[in-house]
């Protein structure tokens, strides 16, 4: 099975387009949708930078399996997106399965 960049896009919680990392953006993969399927903003320094792409530019993307990266172009010419995965974490008070008493010492 060959995987897209839309299937990537949709587990993705940060992007990394041109070397600028980017944790706003939306996906919207449903055709109906009016407007850009994928939007991109990130700050350059003080710039604001933003990307938008359709729904054809996401399937036109090319997998770079060297580098796991996506080569997407748009108007303005080809750019290098990354889709990154987050780890997430309980962050609750809560007690865990295994008490502190029943840790055996090493």
């Known amino acids: 099975m060959t995987t897209t960049l839309l299937t990537v896009l949709q587990t993705a919680d940060m992007l990394e387009i041109n070397g600028l990392y980017a944790w706003q953006f939306e996906l ?18 003080r710039d604001l930078r933003k990307w938008q792409f359709s729904l054809e530019q996401i399937a036109a993307a090319q997998h770079n399996l060297a580098t796991d990266s996506w080569a997407i172009s748009d108007d303005k010419g080809s750019h290098e997106l990354k889709a990154l995965a987050g780890i997430n974490a309980d962050n609750s008070d809560a007690a865990d399965d295994t008490p502190e008493d029943d840790v055996a010492e090493l």
């Open 28 to 45: 919207h993969s449903d055709p109906a949708h009016n407007g850009p399927a994928l939007r991109i903003e990130c700050m350059d320094g």
